[in-house]
């Protein structure tokens, strides 16, 4: 039971490259989002999801797309990366009917 | 606007000590209040939540005080140990199966 798993570890890309973040889950949970963590302003929400087929924007979700096909994976896509990208990135999950949220290990990425 | 406030940004505490982190909120609609503790290169890890419905919960070393009327909680860390050094988010959610909300985090260090 991996529980929350996100590849890759860290990533280095340059100005205008595009990527897709992994996120995969063997909870079999409802709930599941991104987040950025940047010093000093602690984790803000990109796009979250309440189930296959059903995606919402969080507060930053500019320059990044999701989709979700299925329950156990919630890939996020930058389209074109910038600079201001350069972050830390978590994906969560939870349960529908729970408050409770479980994070990934995070993936550091890098954009000169 | 932002709407969970975390004091202090850091904080320095020596072994056997007691460790305080406070949050506020404005949406009166949150009805969940957990605390998150992140190590280095890891992911934040659920340590503590509450909801409104008690003024105090307490876990081991570990207590959430709440305040309903003046919209405010906190972390306290009974006898903190040098393990114990970490970042701390609060964070707030007004519904089982959707975003928390994080503060911007403290850093705690725990002086042996």
């Known amino acids: 039971n991996a529980g929350v798993t996100q590849t890759p570890k860290f990533q280095v890309l340059k100005t205008g490259q595009s990527m897709t973040l992994q996120c995969a889950q063997d909870m079999n949970h409802e709930y599941m989002s991104w987040y950025r963590q940047d010093p000093g302003m602690g984790l803000r929400l990109i796009h979250y999801?309440?189930?296959?087929?059903?995606?919402d924007q969080g507060e930053v979700p500019n320059g990044y797309n999701v989709s979700r096909s299925t329950t156990e994976d919630f890939p996020l896509r930058l389209l074109s990366a910038a600079p201001s990208q350069t972050s830390v990135y978590f994906c969560a999950v939870g349960l529908a009917a729970s408050y409770e949220q479980y994070f990934g290990p995070g993936t550091r990425l890098t954009v000169t | 606007q932002q709407q969970v406030k975390q004091s202090p940004q850091s904080l320095i505490v020596q072994k056997g000590g007691i460790s305080i982190i406070n949050c506020a909120y404005e949406?009166?609609?949150?009805?969940?209040f957990p605390w998150y503790q992140q190590f280095p290169g890891k992911g934040p890890a659920l340590l503590i939540a509450?909801?409104?419905?008690?003024s105090e919960k307490k876990e081991g070393r570990f207590t959430i005080s709440f305040n309903k009327s003046a919209k405010q909680f906190s972390l306290h860390i009974m006898d903190s140990q040098p393990g114990d050094s970490a970042t701390y988010f609060c964070?707030?959610?007004?519904?089982?199966?959707?975003?928390?909300?994080f503060g911007k985090g403290t850093t705690l260090s725990v002086s042996s």
């Open positions: 949406n009166t609609a949150f009805d969940y």
């Open positions: 509450i909801r409104p419905d008690v």
């Open positions: 964070a707030a959610s007004s519904q089982a199966g959707t975003a928390l909300i």
């Open positions: 999801s309440v189930g296959a087929g059903i995606t």
